[in-house]
């Protein structure tokens, strides 16, 4: 039997992936089947199965996957001497995240930021997922946490802040960012990053 080789096995998982994305953008977590993941990657049940056992394997990947990318992202960022600014930053990672997505879109529109929102809304319910994104957030934190030390360190930041905290406040503007994505729809990530500048620029009265 010819042997698979790993560039076709990863070809095929990622396919998997971007087609179980898509149905859980469009319809939903609940909404969604495994045979309507079957039937949007055109596979069968053994093909899929392979890879994954279910509905709730596939999106802990997903999720995994995308905050192992903001991760390792801002982790990079760190070893920039000095790492660029907050507002700089935040839109570099963003525009890299959603760019690796842009070729999922349900009625036009980028599925991503409707995806995340039903993450989001299986937190309750999930322990399993509610795990896997505490943990991928965590690390996201200790990332930023650590730029934020170097920006103190430099002169850059005010030292008075604790680095936790800055790091939880530019996570929630990436993250409400992405929500009004999914209500508004699309806007160039630009928008955040002058809004995040103009934060900044502000001095005490």
């Known amino acids: ?7 076709h096995l990863d070809a095929r998982r990622r396919q998997i992936l971007d087609g179980a994305a898509l149905c ?3 319809n939903g977590f609940h909404a969604t089947s495994m045979q309507d993941v079957l039937k949007e990657v055109d596979l069968s049940a053994g093909a899929v199965y392979r890879y994954f056992s279910g509905k709730e394997e596939l999106i802990a990947a997903i ?12 982790e990079a960022a760190a070893e920039q001497t000095p790492p660029s600014s907050p507002d700089r930053l935040v839109a570099d990672v963003l525009s890299n995240t959603l760019a690796l997505r842009e070729n999922l879109t349900v009625d036009g529109q980028p599925a991503f930021p409707r995806l995340v929102v039903q993450v989001w809304s299986e ?19 200790e990332a930023w946490a650590r730029i934020v030390r170097l920006y103190q360190g430099s002169g850059r930041m005010r030292t008075d802040i604790e680095p936790d905290h800055v790091a939880r406040t ?4 990436v993250l409400g960012f992405i929500a009004q994505q999914a209500l508004f729809g699309p806007v ?6 002058d809004g995040l500048r103009a934060l900044m620029s502000m001095t005490d009265a």
């Open 170 to 173: 530019m996570i929630a503007a």
């Open 24 to 26: 859980f953008a469009r």
């Open 63 to 74: 999720v995994s996957e995308v905050l192992g990318e903001v991760r390792a992202a801002f």
């Open 1 to 7: 039997m010819a042997r698979v080789s790993q560039e």
């Open 123 to 141: 937190i309750p319910r999930n322990e399993a997922l509610a795990e896997v994104l505490r943990e991928g957030y965590g690390s996201v934190r």
């Open 188 to 193: 160039p990530v630009e928008v955040l990053r």
